[in-house]
């Protein structure tokens, strides 16, 4: 198994709602990335994961919070957002969190906030 | 921080003819260097990196690339594009640390 998995898709959410992306790799990867991508731009990094502890947040608001339950899978928790939070969430993992690793990327969730 | 730019926002190339997409990384001591490329409503493929080693870097789909210390540059090529070509490519480099950084892209739009 050579992908990372994200799931859903899609997703439509309302301001007041509570919802979560999941993102899961079976390569024995052990650093995992999130990443929002607005529509025409490069990805930006939000969190990342090593060794299934948060060792990079690059200043995500609160309403975001990853976790990462076992070294397979990535969460998203997603609350009280702003539509300015509209994008596309692309999760992505390494082998390990050296700058020789190649990030694999999964086809990413389009969330869109009403 | 490492950080790249991507000269060309747009490139529009017709089918079969090469196309040559540029990437200036700013320097380091250590650099290491990527080009992506991310279709229509899908996520990031790896085309090809530079790690150390030989200058000129093969990757999938036809694609090379050439990582010039002394003008800092990356540039992606292929000898002749296909319709399947269409899609956005961003350069990247990482440095010591977590962080991949990003181009803004160039958009690649093959015609028959």
């Known amino acids: 198994d050579t992908e990372v998995t994200q799931t859903p898709k899609h997703l439509v959410m309302g301001m007041t709602n509570k919802k979560s992306l999941k993102c899961e790799q079976h390569m024995g990867h052990r650093a995992m990335y999130w990443y929002k991508q607005k529509a025409k731009k490069p990805p930006e990094l939000m969190f990342v994961?090593?060794?299934?502890?948060?060792?990079i947040n690059e200043s995500v608001p609160s309403r975001f919070s990853p976790e990462c339950p076992n070294s397979s899978l990535l969460n998203l928790h997603l609350h009280a957002l702003q539509p300015e939070d509209s994008a596309l969430y692309l999760c992505?993992?390494?082998?390990?969190?050296?700058?020789?690793?190649?990030?694999?990327f999964g086809p990413g969730t389009r969330l869109t906030v009403l | 921080a490492q950080s790249v730019t991507q000269l060309d926002s747009q490139v529009p190339v017709f089918e079969e003819a090469p196309v040559e997409l540029r990437c200036n990384y700013s320097s380091s001591v250590s650099v290491y260097l990527f080009w992506y490329v991310q279709y229509p409503n899908q996520g990031l493929q790896l085309l090809l990196k530079?790690?150390?080693?030989?200058?000129l870097v093969k990757g999938i789909n036809g694609f090379e690339a050439e990582f010039n210390k002394s003008q800092t540059s990356f540039h992606l090529r292929k000898p002749s594009v296909h319709i399947s070509d269409t899609a956005e490519y961003f350069c990247a480099s990482r440095g010591n640390d977590y962080k991949l950084s990003f181009g803004a892209g160039t958009t690649v739009t093959v015609r028959a």
């Open positions: 530079y790690l150390s080693g030989s200058t």
């Open positions: 992505a993992s390494s082998l390990g969190d050296s700058p020789y690793n190649e990030q694999f």
């Open positions: 994961y090593s060794y299934e502890k948060l060792s």
